[in-house]
């Protein structure tokens, strides 16, 4: 992997390649430290904003360090039970979702992994294509139908509008992993006895724990993060999720940036905690479904 | 019947029964939905009834200059997104993919992954908090001498300036999943065809035109159409930081579609919007099937 970009320079000295090689590994790191300035900049800035006192926000020029750092905004936000409640919802949605698609993703992706079947190119069309639905046409007939249902402003209703549209995303990950996992385990396991289901618990989840951690951790990110859907078919503060609690101190706290960007550090906290740890499962995931 | 059809017939069966509990779900929920909107898309839907309009909607639709409007600015909004997100994922990835340190490599990957973490709302309120008249933007400018004191630019709440500042806000989250398909692209390609190019007499400009964009053509294709999809129907972006305005001149198709929707209760009319913004998106969907699966 490393040795890619510097392979073909063979006619030039050894020394003069060495000292063009440090020179342009420096400008390599100086390039992506400017980038990565660059590209963090907003965020550390939230950071600062969210301990100082909201006087101190908005000012030209700016002031760059606070006078005093607080942490009231903080504490408005997690001593409020109407902001914790948002808390509490996302968990509970984002898991479940997570949870869900990942049962249902696996069974699925086992399927096309793991049988030749009629209609085979049809059931992979059909996902690839679920997976560009514009959401908002969505909206309108799920806003109807759980009206009807009776599932308007509740829970329940997220959950499955998120499993659905996570659902298709997980099933052609976990199908690109299946495909590495050679099948002559889990036949040798049938053979021994094992029914095919056993052959799954026992052989196949177990060898494919990054595949479930990767695609698991970015459904969980898609759940958490979502917008649309909320607004569309919750309604009370008690079944919020903290994307609507954002929007809506953004509309009604116009001028209270201090908590605004304590509660997005909050809101974002598990992502970014989660992602540190297993960012190499994460990166996978990203990538495993498209390269193929 | 032979053994064999019979052995075909039993696998069809068992693939069935393990693939049964997504496909409900997604025809329920995905299928029939979408059913429904092409229906409600020839109606016009009240609160007692649902009335026949045949084309109706869509009559009104092609003659809606805000129909156009955002149109057009969901083209521009995509199109500057995807081209930035290419360019920029490129460069970072080549530079991540340089002969440095992997543990400083997988530090900057990291760092450079951290705004696609971020909730598309969280990222809109971030940037507004920067782009806000009083912000730290304007408030760089004016100190290092770009931008005069009382001439502050209201990125946001400027028609000329509103849909550029939400496509860069949308450039900034979304350049790292380019980035890391590119990079992973790189890895990809073999030593071999960068060796026998030195032989030929390549330089590292010939190198990266005649081995790394060659190779890189696939994923490119692929990420670019993704971006495509995923930036053609953004909603929550637009949605927080402008809501579309002012006077539409930041209004996309997906935010279009939910004022239609959920502000003016033109269900009907709202449906056939969305069936619009499907068919364009279709037509560059089509091309990615193409590709996405192998024949």
């Known amino acids: 992997m490393t040795a890619a970009t510097g392979a073909g320079r063979r006619a030039a000295s050894p020394e003069r390649r060495a000292r063009r090689g440090a020179a342009g590994r420096a400008a390599v790191y100086a390039l992506l430290a400017l980038a990565t300035a660059i590209t963090l900049f907003p965020v550390a800035w939230m950071a600062t904003v969210s301990i100082r006192p909201n006087v101190e926000v908005m000012k030209i020029p700016p002031q760059w360090i606070p006078s005093v750092v607080t942490w009231q905004a903080y504490a408005q936000v997690l001593g409020s039970s109407r902001y914790l409640r948002t808390f509490l919802n996302s968990y509970a949605i984002a898991l479940t979702v ?14 096309l992994s793991r049988f030749r079947f009629r209609g085979q190119r049809l059931v992979m069309a059909f996902l690839i294509v679920t997976q560009m639905f514009p959401l908002v046409l969505l909206c309108i007939p799920y806003f109807r139908v759980m009206v009807r249902l009776g599932l308007y402003d509740t829970l329940t209703s997220l959950v ?10 997980c099933i052609l990950m976990l199908r690109a992993y299946f ?72 509309a009604e706290f116009v001028t209270e940036w201090n908590m605004m960007m304590a509660f997005s550090i909050l809101a974002s906290a598990p992502l970014v905690v989660a992602f540190i740890f297993l960012q190499r499962y994460f990166v996978r995931g990203m990538t495993v479904g498209a390269i193929k | 019947m032979t053994a064999g059809t019979r052995l075909a017939a039993r696998q069809d069966v068992q693939a069935y029964a393990f693939l049964a509990p997504a496909l409900i779900l997604l025809v329920a929920l995905l299928v029939y939905p979408l059913a429904q909107v092409i229906r409600m898309s020839f109606f016009e839907i009240t609160v007692r009834d649902d009335r026949w309009v045949g084309l109706g909607n869509y009559a009104a639709l092609v003659q809606s200059p805000a129909f156009w409007q955002a149109a057009w600015q969901t083209l521009l909004f995509t199109a500057g997104s995807v081209v930035a997100h290419l360019v920029i994922g490129l460069g970072l ?35 507004a908090l920067v782009l806000n ?23 946001l709440g400027d028609p000329r300036t509103s849909l550029l500042s939400v496509t860069l806000v949308n450039v900034w989250r979304s350049f790292p999943f380019p980035m890391v398909m590119l990079l992973a692209g790189l ?11 030195s032989i030929d007499g390549c330089g590292p400009a010939g190198q990266f035109r005649y081995v790394t964009l060659p190779s890189l ?44 929707a959920f502000q003016k209760f033109q269900f009907g009319y709202a449906s056939a919007e969305a069936v619009a913004m499907l068919v364009l998106l279709m037509i560059g969907s089509i091309a990615y099937l193409r590709r996405a699966v192998p024949p």
Not at chain 2, 226 to 244: E, H, P, Q, S
């Open chain 2, 187 to 197: 890895a990809a390609i073999p030593d071999e065809l960068y060796e026998a190019s």
């Open chain 1, 160 to 169: 499955l509008v998120y499993t659905t549209f996570t659902l298709p995303f």
């Open chain 2, 93 to 127: 990835a080549l530079l991540l993919h340089a002969r440095i340190a992997p543990r400083l490599r997988s530090l900057f990957r990291g760092l450079l992954i951290l705004p696609w973490l971020l909730a598309p709302v969280v990222a809109g309120m971030i940037w």
């Open chain 2, 217 to 260: 053509h696939g994923v490119l294709a692929t990420v670019a159409l993704l971006d495509f999809i995923w930036t053609f129907r953004a909603f929550d972006l637009v949605f927080v930081m402008t809501g579309g305005g002012p006077i539409n001149s930041s209004q996309v198709l997906a935010t279009s579609i939910y004022f239609d």
């Open chain 2, 133 to 155: 008249p009083f912000g730290v933007l304007n408030g760089f400018l004016t100190t290092v001498g770009l931008l005069d004191r009382n001439a502050t630019i209201n990125w």
């Open chain 1, 98 to 111: 997570t949870l869900l698609s990942l049962l249902i993703g696996a069974l699925a992706a086992y399927a």
């Open chain 1, 179 to 250: 495909a590495e996992v050679p099948r002559e385990l889990e036949e040798a396991a049938m053979v021994d006895g094992c029914s095919r289901l056993g052959a799954i618990v026992r052989i196949l989840l177990p060898l494919s724990g990054p595949a479930l951690v990767g695609s698991g951790l970015y459904t969980f990110l898609l759940a958490w993060n979502e917008f649309l859907f909320a607004v569309v078919l919750i309604e009370s503060w008690e079944n919020r999720v903290i994307t609507m609690a954002i929007y809506s101190l953004l």
